[in-house]
C-alpha cells in the first residue's frame, strides 16, 4: 500500500481471497483520501524539475503577498497533481504549526495568571477572594485591569456609606447596601443567559451589574466586609447565597441572586429539595472558604466550556483549579488528560510524572501508567 508515493504497509493475505477492495473511515477520523487505486502494477508519477525547482523557491517568498507570476505557475503545472498534493501537505503543516504557535502564545499569556493563583494563599485572607475572583476572570480577559476593579469597589463602598449615619448597626448598613445595590444600581440575577461566562467574571458582574448567584455574592460580601459586616458565603446544593452573621446568636440568609431577598431556614430547604430531592443539612449551611467558592466559580465555567466543548477553555479553567488545588490528584488527572488532548504532550507526561512520583493515596497508577504509555514520544 503506497500513500503519495510512499510505501506505507506490505502484507501478504490469505483469508481475504475475494471481493474488492476498498477503504473504511470511522468517525471523525482526520485524514482524506483520493484517488484512490488499486492493482497489481500502479504508475508511479514522478514531478517534473521544473516543477520542483519552483517548489524549492516558494520558502523564500514573501509572507502575505502572492508573489508567482505565471511562469513560475506553469512550471509547477507540468506536475499539476504533484505539485498541488505538495503545496497542499506543505500548507497543512504550516497551518499546525500556526496553531502550536498560538497555543504557545496563550499559554505563555496566560501563565503569569496561572502563578499568582497559584500564590493565593499567601494573600492576605481578606483579600483572596476578591484576588482569586479577579484573576479567573483574567484567564478569559487577560487585559482587564485588576488593580482598576479593586478601586472600583473601594468607590462603590464609599457610595454606600454616604447615607450611613456613624453609629448605623450592621442590620443598618445591610439595608443601606441592599438600597444602593438593588434599588439605585439595578444589579439582579442573570436568567435569559444564566449560562453566558461572563456571569462568572466578576468584572463583568461590576460592569453589567447582573451574574451568577455566585459571583454577585462575591461582590456583595467584598461591599459587606468593608462596610464592617461579617458575612460567609453559602454553598447551597446547586445556589449560592450569603449569610450575614449578625452576632453570635442570630444570622440572616441572603439570596443576592434575587435582589436581595432574605430567606428563613424553611426557604433555603425549599431550594436543597428542589436541587436534590433531599432535606436540608446543617452542613449545607456552612460558611465555604475562598478556596472553596473559587473552586466552585471554576467548575461553573467547566460545565460552560464542555457544554461548547471547548477544550481550549476546559484547559484554561483546569490548570487554574490545579493551581488553587494542588493537592486534588482529580483535577492533576484531568489537566493531563486536557493536555494531551490538546497536544501539549511533554506537559502532559510532565504531569503524569509528578502523579506518579509523588504517588498520592487516591491515585490510579496503573491508569496513570496506560495515559502515559499512549502519549506520543517527541519524535513521533
Same mark, same amino acid.
Given at each position: 500500500c503506497f500513500v503519495n508515493g510512499h510505501l506505507v504497509i506490505e502484507s501478504t493475505d490469505t483469508q481475504l481471497t475475494e471481493g474488492q477492495v476498498g477503504?473504511?473511515?470511522?468517525? @471523525?477520523?482526520?485524514?482524506?483520501?483520493?484517488?484512490?487505486?488499486?492493482?497489481?502494477?500502479?504508475?508511479?508519477?514522478?514531478?517534473?524539475?521544473?516543477?520542483?525547482?519552483?517548489?524549492?523557491?516558494?520558502? *523564500?517568498?514573501?509572507?502575505?503577498?502572492? /508573489?508567482?507570476?505565471?511562469?513560475?505557475?506553469?512550471?509547477?503545472?507540468?506536475?499539476?497533481?504533484?505539485?498541488? !498534493?505538495?503545496?497542499? !501537505?506543505?500548507? #497543512?503543516?504550516l497551518e499546525l504549526q500556526a496553531k502550536q504557535f498560538r497555543q504557545v502564545a496563550s499559554d505563555v499569556q496566560q501563565m503569569a495568571t496561572i502563578q499568582r493563583l497559584s500564590k493565593l494563599a499567601e494573600t492576605n485572607a481578606d483579600e483572596r477572594l476578591l484576588q482569586g475572583a479577579l484573576l479567573i476572570a483574567a484567564l478569559d480577559n487577560p487585559d482587564i485591569d485588576i488593580e482598576a476593579y479593586k478601586d472600583r469597589i473601594d468607590e462603590m463602598v464609599g457610595e454606600v456609606r454616604v447615607d450611613l449615619p456613624v453609629d /448605623?448597626?450592621?442590620?443598618?448598613? !445591610? #439595608?443601606?447596601?441592599?438600597?444602593?445595590?438593588?434599588?439605585?444600581?439595578?444589579?439582579?440575577?442573570?436568567?435569559?443567559?444564566?449560562?453566558?461566562? /461572563?456571569?462568572?467574571?466578576l468584572n463583568r458582574v461590576i460592569d453589567d451589574r447582573e451574574g451568577l448567584p455566585i459571583t454577585m455574592s462575591i461582590l456583595y460580601m467584598e461591599l459587606a466586609q468593608r462596610l464592617g459586616l461579617r458575612t460567609e458565603g453559602v454553598g447551597l446544593?446547586?445556589?449560592?447565597?450569603?449569610?450575614?452573621?449578625? @452576632?453570635?446568636?442570630?444570622?440572616?440568609?441572603? *439570596?443576592?441572586?434575587?435582589?436581595?431577598?432574605?430567606?428563613?431556614? *424553611?426557604? /433555603?430547604?425549599?431550594?436543597?429539595?428542589?436541587?436534590t430531592r433531599r432535606p436540608l443539612r446543617d452542613d449545607d449551611l456552612r460558611g465555604s472558604t475562598s478556596t472553596e467558592i473559587l473552586t466552585r466559580v471554576l467548575n461553573n465555567l467547566l460545565g460552560i466550556a464542555g457544554n461548547g466543548k471547548d477544550a481550549e477553555a476546559l484547559l484554561r479553567y483546569t490548570e487554574a483549579l490545579v493551581a488553587i488545588n494542588p493537592e486534588v490528584t482529580n483535577f492533576r488527572m484531568m489537566r493531563a488528560q486536557l493536555r494531551g488532548i490538546t497536544g501539549r504532550h511533554t506537559a502532559a507526561r510532565e504531569e503524569l510524572n509528578w502523579l506518579l512520583e509523588n504517588d498520592p493515596p487516591d491515585l490510579d497508577r496503573e491508569l496513570v501508567e496506560r495515559m502515559r504509555a499512549a502519549l506520543p514520544s517527541l519524535g513521533e
Amino acid at each position: 500500500c503506497f500513500v503519495n508515493g510512499h510505501l506505507v504497509i506490505e502484507s501478504t493475505d490469505t483469508q481475504l481471497t475475494e471481493g474488492q477492495v476498498g477503504l473504511a473511515k470511522f468517525r @471523525d477520523t482526520k485524514p482524506e483520501f483520493k484517488r484512490f487505486d488499486v492493482g497489481t502494477e500502479l504508475p508511479n508519477e514522478v514531478m517534473s524539475e521544473s516543477a520542483q525547482k519552483w517548489l524549492t523557491q516558494l520558502a *523564500d517568498l514573501p509572507v502575505g503577498i502572492y /508573489a508567482l507570476g505565471a511562469e513560475q505557475i506553469k512550471g509547477l503545472g507540468e506536475s499539476s497533481e504533484e505539485s498541488s !498534493r505538495e503545496l497542499l !501537505r506543505r500548507a #497543512a503543516m504550516l497551518e499546525l504549526q500556526a496553531k502550536q504557535f498560538r497555543q504557545v502564545a496563550s499559554d505563555v499569556q496566560q501563565m503569569a495568571t496561572i502563578q499568582r493563583l497559584s500564590k493565593l494563599a499567601e494573600t492576605n485572607a481578606d483579600e483572596r477572594l476578591l484576588q482569586g475572583a479577579l484573576l479567573i476572570a483574567a484567564l478569559d480577559n487577560p487585559d482587564i485591569d485588576i488593580e482598576a476593579y479593586k478601586d472600583r469597589i473601594d468607590e462603590m463602598v464609599g457610595e454606600v456609606r454616604v447615607d450611613l449615619p456613624v453609629d /448605623a448597626t450592621s442590620v443598618q448598613k !445591610r #439595608a443601606s447596601l441592599h438600597r444602593y445595590l438593588f434599588d439605585e444600581n439595578g444589579f439582579h440575577g442573570s436568567r435569559s443567559e444564566y449560562y453566558h461566562p /461572563a456571569n462568572s467574571h466578576l468584572n463583568r458582574v461590576i460592569d453589567d451589574r447582573e451574574g451568577l448567584p455566585i459571583t454577585m455574592s462575591i461582590l456583595y460580601m467584598e461591599l459587606a466586609q468593608r462596610l464592617g459586616l461579617r458575612t460567609e458565603g453559602v454553598g447551597l446544593p446547586g445556589h449560592f447565597v450569603v449569610k450575614h452573621v449578625i @452576632d453570635e446568636n442570630e444570622s440572616q440568609l441572603i *439570596d443576592v441572586f434575587d435582589r436581595g431577598k432574605l430567606l428563613t431556614r *424553611d426557604e /433555603a430547604a425549599d431550594i436543597v429539595v428542589q436541587q436534590t430531592r433531599r432535606p436540608l443539612r446543617d452542613d449545607d449551611l456552612r460558611g465555604s472558604t475562598s478556596t472553596e467558592i473559587l473552586t466552585r466559580v471554576l467548575n461553573n465555567l467547566l460545565g460552560i466550556a464542555g457544554n461548547g466543548k471547548d477544550a481550549e477553555a476546559l484547559l484554561r479553567y483546569t490548570e487554574a483549579l490545579v493551581a488553587i488545588n494542588p493537592e486534588v490528584t482529580n483535577f492533576r488527572m484531568m489537566r493531563a488528560q486536557l493536555r494531551g488532548i490538546t497536544g501539549r504532550h511533554t506537559a502532559a507526561r510532565e504531569e503524569l510524572n509528578w502523579l506518579l512520583e509523588n504517588d498520592p493515596p487516591d491515585l490510579d497508577r496503573e491508569l496513570v501508567e496506560r495515559m502515559r504509555a499512549a502519549l506520543p514520544s517527541l519524535g513521533e
